[in-house]
């Protein structure tokens, strides 16, 4: 069995209320923390742990909380963000439902951490229930003594405020998220200044995703070692991925970093295989953004080594023949799923989900959706899909904020692994309708 | 230490400049093809920039502490230089092709209606796209449109040919006392509008209409009353309670067609005028004149010399092309 920190009591009846927590065990990262711990000591364990951030870019968090600016007389904020929004990933929401304490004691932790006594947790505007169980968890909290003025007597003060968001994927990115915070649209910054210079209202402000600022409990309750001693490499402790996709078990798994892709897949411990006796077509690792990769490519690398669930091994052979960990969305296609059509799916969800600052990513998702509409319903011409790569190739890497790349990594990895099948579509429009093209021929790459 | 100066090159020409500079502004300073093209940066709004990313350039050396090159292209108008940059604009054929490409997304949902466009002449999209754009569209599909909403009897705004540059909204929160139009909606939807169609109305609104890069916010009391290249700009001011009152003349003939801010050699207002300047001022009595505005050699308006035809010596031995130019050959010979 592998470790747990984060579920490890997730099956323990009523372990959302404050009582059932704290009887499991809960809360003694605070106790901890504040009598025995200097706030430096928090983020020096932070960054022994080697923790990264979980929300999709992997930066690690002890680094992050480093590069906080100090300046005498100015208040800091940590902001959790909670607008999970990435199509594929839904363990942030999991987390927030049934075990919302775990959260709040992260924050309290990672607040004392920073120095900061007001947080907010911006929570996705649609994830309504969440929102409720999370304000319930924070009001428990209080009523406890754990939230408040003068936190268990150490003279630590702290408010956890939860801020709904209005429900778009753009306000997941950071610099966005502080706008919708403070009221404004919500367009993401330009960077620099970085949040950690000037955030929130102008002051110093770190960022989490749900899941890190969970992870920094077990950091705390055992020590940073200990939780690096998970993992392989930089990669270090556990993870939740959220599986869906045709498979026989998909839900919510918290794995150590470095399970082998196929037995996540395939195992009885986790994900049970592909649903209906169907055979594996492809695998999206870490969330709609992150490239789409082939069986072959997804279960082992080019270099033929085993692909693991780590940062490393995920994004061995860069984008050409590798992936992302992403935020942990893990989606699986089998045989009878249309590859043109998911892209399509995901490209009009991006072409929603644009902000309209950057022309690129503002003309550019809505073009690129045009076109894969076309194709998906036999209208399309062989030179649409170079067109499809130049659209993507201009948007990628020239916007202010990632959504713009999100955008274009889908569609450029659908065109490179999947070439095959976008033809097949533009040749055989009428075939392409009534059924699937079916698995990719192995070996078949279009690099560049 | 405030002399200290910043040493950095763009596309190999060397320039000094203080710490803080957008790297943009350095390039302005050493003048020339070199200056990337900025469709939403304008130096005296604060806040402007790094939306239309048509001033990506290439920084290959970070500085002179930390040489590593950055790792994607940078909106020039909104990163700030360090020492020992290197810079490559026209030099970095990436920045050529991102360029590129942006000005292709620029226009696939632009109307193209630069013969009734009031801005043709003077807009900075067409002058982009003669520069960088494609001969041909790749968009096989229907152009964006928008429902047109009225704001107001001296502005006209023209959606569909709007680039959401942001400008104008920030010279609404920046010039004028309250802002009644902002952005609406999200995405390549996004519009400007007013709350529920209300008129813009401020002292200095107007100026929307001078920082607006296309033809999306154009002059109501301009409208259809002259190319732009027929109309001869002349400096002017008077004594305005409200505003500098430093503006351009736009002549046709006697006549003063519109009034607008002087504009610098990148497009840019340095000072902005009211309204009463703007829109109700004229008369040539109600002016003190200087001088004809200097006219960028580049510039449409330049090469029209002021409605005189320069015959090219091919029409001069072809009686085919003297007949068909009969009436600006006629108009010349008027002017001598």
Redesign the interface.
């Given at each position: 069995m592998a470790r747990k920190l984060l579920l490890a009591h997730i099956d323990v009846p009523g372990i959302h209320t404050f009582d059932v927590y704290r009887q499991k065990g809960g809360y003694r990262a605070v106790e901890k923390a504040l009598k025995s711990m200097s706030p430096d000591d928090v983020v020096e364990e932070v960054k022994k742990s080697g923790l990264r951030g979980r929300g999709g870019a992997g930066f690690p968090t002890g680094m992050k909380w480093g590069f906080l600016a100090k300046p005498e007389g100015v208040p800091r904020y940590l902001v959790c963000n909670g607008d999970e929004s990435e199509p594929g990933t839904f363990k942030d929401r999991f987390l927030m439902t049934y075990i919302p304490h775990l959260l709040i004691e992260g924050m309290i932790v990672s607040s004392y951490a920073l120095g900061a006594h007001t947080s907010y947790i911006y929570i996705r505007g649609e994830m309504m229930p969440q929102i409720r169980i999370v304000e319930k968890a924070i009001a428990e909290a209080k009523a406890a003594g754990f939230l408040g003025k003068n936190i268990l007597g150490t003279g630590y003060d702290l408010e956890i405020h939860v801020q709904p968001g209005g429900g778009?994927y753009?306000c997941g990115e950071e610099t966005a998220l502080l706008e919708s915070l403070e009221g404004e649209?919500g367009n993401p910054r330009?960077k620099p200044p970085f949040p950690a210079v000037a955030g929130l209202y102008g002051c110093p402000t770190v960022v989490n995703n749900v899941e890190s600022i969970a992870a920094t409990v077990p950091i705390v309750n055992d020590g940073g070692e200990e939780y690096a001693k998970i993992g392989i490499e930089r990669s270090t402790g556990t993870k939740l991925i959220s599986a869906g996709g045709n498979l026989v078990r998909p839900g919510v798994y918290e794995i150590e970093m470095g399970l082998s892709m196929e037995e996540f897949i395939y195992s009885e411990e986790y994900c049970g295989g592909i649903a209906n006796g169907r055979r594996l077509k492809a695998v999206v690792a870490g969330g709609s953004s992150v490239p789409i990769l082939p069986t072959h490519l997804a279960l082992k690398t080019a270099k033929g080594e085993p692909r693991l669930m780590t940062y490393e091994s995920l994004a061995d052979g860069g984008f050409v023949t590798g992936t992302a960990m992403g935020s942990g969305g893990f989606i699986a296609f089998d045989e009878d799923q249309c590859i043109v059509r998911n892209t399509l799916n995901f490209t009009r969800f991006y072409?929603?989900?644009?902000?309209?600052?950057?022309?690129?990513c503002?003309?550019?998702?809505?073009?690129m959706e045009?076109v894969l509409h076309?194709i998906e319903y036999g209208y399309g011409d062989m030179s649409d899909i170079d067109?499809l790569w130049?659209i993507q190739?201009?948007i990628d890497?020239?916007?202010?904020c990632p959504l713009g790349d999100a955008a274009a990594w889908p569609v450029a990895s659908a065109i490179r692994h999947f070439r095959e099948e976008f033809e097949w579509h533009i040749l055989q429009p009428e075939e392409a309708q009534t059924r699937n093209f079916g698995l990719v021929s192995e070996g078949v790459m279009n690099p560049e | 230490m405030a002399d200290e100066k910043f040493k950095i090159t763009i596309d190999g020409i060397p320039v000094e400049v203080a710490p803080g500079t957008t790297i943009l502004n350095a390039a302005r300073q050493i003048g020339g093809d070199i200056v990337p093209p900025a469709m939403c940066y304008y130096s005296t709004l604060e806040g402007s920039g790094g939306k239309c990313r048509t001033c990506l350039v290439k920084v290959s050396k970070g500085s002179e502490k930390d040489p590593r090159p950055m790792p994607k292209l940078v909106a020039s108008c909104r990163t700030t230089v360090m020492d020992g940059m290197e810079v490559q604009n026209i030099t970095s054929p990436d920045v050529l092709d991102a360029r590129k490409g942006v000005v292709e997304m620029l226009l696939i949902n632009h109307p193209l209606d630069c013969p009734v466009c009031d801005q043709a002449g003077e807009c900075k999209l067409q002058d982009l796209s003669y520069e960088h754009g494609l001969a041909e569209t790749r968009y096989a599909f229907k152009r964006r449109t928008f429902e047109r909403i009225d704001i107001g009897d001296k502005i006209q705004l023209h959606m569909n040919r709007c680039i959401l540059c942001y400008r104008c909204v920030f010279v609404a929160d920046q010039l004028t006392e309250k802002r009644e139009h902002g952005i609406i909606h999200r995405g390549d939807h996004a519009e400007i509008s007013t709350f529920i169609e209300n008129a813009l109305d401020s002292d200095f609104i107007g100026n929307v209409i001078d920082v607006c890069p296309v033809g999306a916010l154009t002059d109501k009391t301009f409208r259809f009353k002259s190319r732009v290249w027929f109309s001869k700009p002349v400096d002017a001011h008077r004594d305005c309670p409200t505003c500098s009152g430093k503006v351009t003349l736009w002549y046709k003939g006697e006549e003063v067609l519109r009034v607008t801010g002087r504009k610098d050699e990148y497009n840019e207002v340095k000072e902005f005028i009211c309204d009463t300047c703007r829109f109700e001022k004229k008369k040539t009595a109600d002016w003190v004149l200087e001088e004809p505005t200097p006219v960028s050699k580049q510039s449409v308006i330049d090469a029209n010399h002021y409605g005189i035809f320069n015959p090219p010596p091919v029409i001069k031995e072809n009686t085919r092309l003297q007949e068909a130019n009969e009436e600006q050959l006629a108009r010349t010979e008027r002017l001598k």
């Open positions: 778009a753009i649209r330009i072409h929603h989900e644009s902000c309209g600052q950057c022309s690129p503002r003309e550019g998702t809505g073009w045009k076309k067109l130049d190739k201009n890497g020239n916007t202010i | -």
